[in-house]
């Protein structure tokens, strides 16, 4: 069984900073590229930012410049630190990774439950 435990959302002024993280835990033999998603009220879920396990990293253009995901391999984490927050930004963020169980088997996804980030005044 594998986990994936996010934290770090909440409230925030437009302007500020916040850092999202998500820890994958359970028994699996690597993990290959990790990301973060959001979901606002009435929208579709969109990828804002995913790095690989090479630490490659692509980001939604509507984000770029203002956050930056990185990850730790040792601590199979991911992190998103989000700055210049905007009104717009308010959304659910999941995060995602792409597992893989034991080394013959093809990667599978696994979603976080799931954090608020709400932007406002």
């Known amino acids: 069984q594998v986990q994936l435990v996010e934290s770090g959302g909440g409230l925030v002024q437009p302007g500020g900073s916040l850092r999202l993280s998500c820890a994958a835990s359970?028994?699996?033999?690597?993990?290959?590229?990790m990301g973060w998603y959001r979901q606002a009220p009435g929208k579709q879920r969109e990828l804002v930012a995913a790095?690989?396990?090479?630490?490659?990293?692509i980001y939604a253009d509507s984000v770029k410049g203002r956050f930056t995901i990185s990850r730790d391999n040792a601590k199979n984490t991911v992190y998103l630190q989000m700055n210049s927050l905007e009104p717009e930004d308010t959304a659910v963020y999941y995060c995602?990774?792409?597992?893989?169980?034991?080394?013959?088997?093809?990667?599978?996804?696994?979603w976080g439950q799931g954090t608020q980030v709400t932007v406002s005044s």
């Open positions: 995602n990774a792409g597992v893989r169980l034991k080394a013959a088997l093809t990667p599978k996804d696994y």
């Open positions: 359970g028994s699996f033999f690597s993990i290959n590229a």
């Open positions: 790095i690989s396990s090479g630490s490659g990293t």
